[in-house]
Structures are given as structure tokens and as C-alpha cells.
């Protein structure tokens, strides 16, 4: 018995599966499940969690987060954020509607990234994948990619 196979009973690693489309059971949605069921068979532990479910106001740039560590928006998106803290690893499912991401996941994305600044960078260490979902991948996709190649290059170790 090798020693990867030893460590796998003893360390669980947390995959939080984030899928950013208004509709629940969306393609995205089937797509990021359908990742966290693979995961979950390799032994980690997994979590779905829906926008779409969740009310998340737009960063409004105020910057109180710099001075108090948290976000002065009263909303889902502390508790979304401290989910993130706490996993292992993310998977960002993004649906494309009219060539950009979702406001869910826009609205998720810039908060989240002056938040991880305002504590030191937070998710540094962390990996972080995209499931970027569109209809006419050519004209589509890129858009959103590129925005969560640009945020996430900053802060997360993307796979």
C-alpha cells in the first residue's frame, strides 16, 4: 500500500461547487453537479450551492471592507463567501447569457475579490475551476472567461 493511498482515508478535502445561473436545474447546474458526483466518488467531500437561491447585491466599491474585514451589505453573500474560506477547493459553474456572465456571478465575483484583498488574500492558496456553459461556445464564452481568468489568476492557484 502506498502512502497516497494511506493519506486519502485521512484527509477530506472540500470541494464547494458554486453554480451562477438564475434558473435552478439549468445546464450549469447539471454540469457542476455532475463534476461534484466524480469528485465525491474520489473520496471529497462536496457542496452544491445555487445564486440562485441566494440574494447578492452588487459590490458598490465603498471599500468599508478594507477597514472592518467584512462586507457592510446585508445580504447571502457573507455566508457564501465564509463557505469559500472554508473549502479546499471551488468550482465557479458561469452560464452565458448575451456574451457575459450572469449578474449573479459578476455581482459574487467583485465583492468576493475586494473582500480576499481586504483579509490578506484569503483564497491564495486555494484551487479554482470554471464551468463556463454557453450556447455558441465560438462567440460566447470567451467574455466570461476571461473575467474569471483575471480575477482568479490574482488569487487562487486555477487548475
Do not use: H
Not at 6 to 25: D, E, H, T, Y
Not at 65 to 86: G, L, S, Y
Request: charged share 30%.
Amino acid at each position: 500500500m502506498d502512502i497516497a493511498n494511506v493519506l486519502r482515508w485521512f484527509i477530506v478535502i472540500c470541494i464547494l461547487g458554486i453554480v451562477g445561473n438564475p434558473r435552478v436545474g439549468g445546464d450549469t447546474e447539471l454540469l457542476v453537479a455532475e463534476t461534484l458526483k466524480v469528485a465525491g466518488r474520489e473520496g471529497a467531500q462536496t457542496e452544491l450551492l445555487r445564486l440562485a437561491d441566494k440574494e447578492v447585491e452588487p459590490c458598490d466599491a465603498c471599500l468599508s471592507c478594507r477597514k472592518t474585514e467584512e462586507c457592510r451589505i446585508k445580504d447571502d453573500f457573507n455566508p457564501i463567501f465564509a463557505k469559500m474560506v472554508e473549502a479546499d477547493g471551488i468550482i465557479l459553474g458561469i452560464p452565458v447569457y448575451f456574451g457575459s456572465a450572469t449578474l449573479q456571478v459578476k455581482a459574487r465575483i467583485d465583492r468576493e475579490g475586494y473582500l480576499s484583498w481586504a483579509k490578506d488574500r484569503v483564497f491564495e492558496n486555494k484551487v479554482c475551476g470554471a464551468l463556463v456553459v454557453a450556447r455558441r461556445a465560438r462567440q460566447n464564452f470567451r467574455s466570461p472567461l476571461c473575467t474569471f481568468k483575471e480575477r482568479y489568476e490574482n488569487s487562487y492557484n486555477p487548475c
